[in-house]
């Protein structure tokens, strides 16, 4: 089946809606479900909605403006402070529910205050797997996820951003700061500032798969393999500005960049995962 033809299927189920607010993070996912919608429902009846916390890298924030502009869409820039609720803060193995909760139910109750028919994410069928509880509380509030929906994967929401133009169509992954942090440490806007300014002082020296993982009063740098040689070439100056960062030790983990893994502390076979925080539902 040709990419038109796919996009076709997303536009197809978000038309009936006749309005969408869309979750735009700035990655690619979101950006694609973004200009889904850009082009299924005329474009004052489109509102892009992008939460700007402590979680958040800043220089992100320009991104998604610039591309949102591109699109001739409202862009409303939010703050659902996850950080209050000590659910959240305390970073149990369930963390990412608490987030979206939050998250959604603000978008929600935004949505039908500003007349938007449905609150639009960017998961995709990908999403469905590994360990995501984030994808529970959206379904509690109905989130629309034309992407899963679609059956549409990670490797194909690229190809589909590629042929639109979208400038993150290549774009690495980038979760919230937040999943830099092994589950039970607690999470404090201090220690988010930390893991922000080290990322982003890693991107500006042009490092593109990058994540800091704190551990306390260890940085655990993961970079791509591609990238490993140079961090290494690098490590002095690296470390000097991780360590003024407020960290007292810097490792480069020799495995590279994993995606998700601090939830290998979830799977380890006979260790017991962090408690989960009960759900009220």
């Known amino acids: 089946m040709d990419i038109e033809t796919r996009l076709k299927e997303l536009e197809e189920i978000l038309a009936p809606h006749g309005s969408a607010l869309v979750a735009f993070s700035g990655g690619v996912d979101s950006s694609l479900a973004l200009a889904v919608a850009a082009r299924a429902l005329p474009r004052e009846n489109v509102l892009a909605v992008t939460s700007n916390n402590e979680t958040y890298l800043p220089s ?21 402070r996850e950080l209050d609720d000590p659910n959240y803060a305390s970073n149990p193995a369930n963390r990412c529910y608490f987030c979206k ?6 978008l929600a109750s935004l949505a039908e205050e500003r007349g938007f028919d449905c609150v639009v ?4 069928a990908d999403d469905e797997g590994d360990h995501r509880p984030g994808r529970k509380a959206a379904g509690e509030i109905g989130v629309v996820s034309p992407l899963s929906q679609a059956g549409v994967g990670k490797a194909e929401v690229r190809e589909m951003a590629k042929h ?3 400038p993150s169509w ?12 092994p589950y039970g440490q607690e999470i404090t806007p201090e220690k988010l500032a930390q893991v922000a300014r080290a990322e982003e002082f890693m991107r500006t ?13 260890i940085a655990r740098l993961e970079v791509g393999a591609e990238e490993m040689e140079r961090a290494f070439a690098e ?47």
Not at 64 to 79: I, Q
Not at 121 to 124: E, H, R, S, W
Request: hydrophobic share 40%.
């Open 60 to 80: 992100e924030l320009d991104l998604a403006r610039k591309f949102v502009d591109s699109l001739d869409v409202e862009h409303l820039v939010v703050n659902t």
């Open 101 to 106: 909760s939050t998250l959604y139910t603000d």
């Open 121 to 124: 994410d960017g998961a995709n």
């Open 164 to 166: 639109l133009g979208l």
């Open 170 to 181: 290549d774009k690495p992954a980038l979760a919230c700061l937040s999943s830099r942090f």
């Open 205 to 217: 020296k042009g490092f593109r798969q990058v994540r800091v993982r704190h551990h306390g009063d």
């Open 235 to 281: 490590r002095e100056e690296i470390s000097a500005e991780l360590l003024d960062a407020g960290f007292l030790h810097v490792a480069l983990d020799l495995s590279g960049y994993r995606s998700g893994s601090l939830n290998a502390a979830l799977k380890k076979p006979g260790k017991k995962s962090r408690k989960m925080l009960p759900v009220i539902s």
